[in-house]
């Protein structure tokens, strides 16, 4: 007959050692989920700086077109001016209120 503390002994050491290669595997998946998380974040800069770019080219084309504008009064850009003279009146007539006043 085995002896019994000889048996929960052995079943000891066996559990520390799948303990220690549990919390070893655990410290190895994270650091692991830690790399793509690091991959994920510089995916996500590498994107918001290409939003970037076209931010800022969008906003240098209009500031250019200003300036072309306001400097030359070039007739082709007459109609598009108009366009939007046209718009802000439409906005105006749409948004005046008829006969109001603050008692």
Known sequence: ????DKTIFFLNIILEILLIIYIG???YLLMKKEINFKLFISCLEEFWEEIEVQF???ASSIFFY???YLFFHPPWMKPLIDFF???N???KQYTKVE???IE
């Open 85 to 87: 003279i046209s718009s």
């Open 99 to 101: 006969n109001s006043y």
């Open 66 to 68: 200003v300036i072309v």
């Open 56 to 58: 800022y080219g969008i």
């Open 25 to 27: 595997l655990n410290f």
């Open 1 to 4: 007959m085995i002896n019994k």
């Open 89 to 91: 009146d439409l906005f």
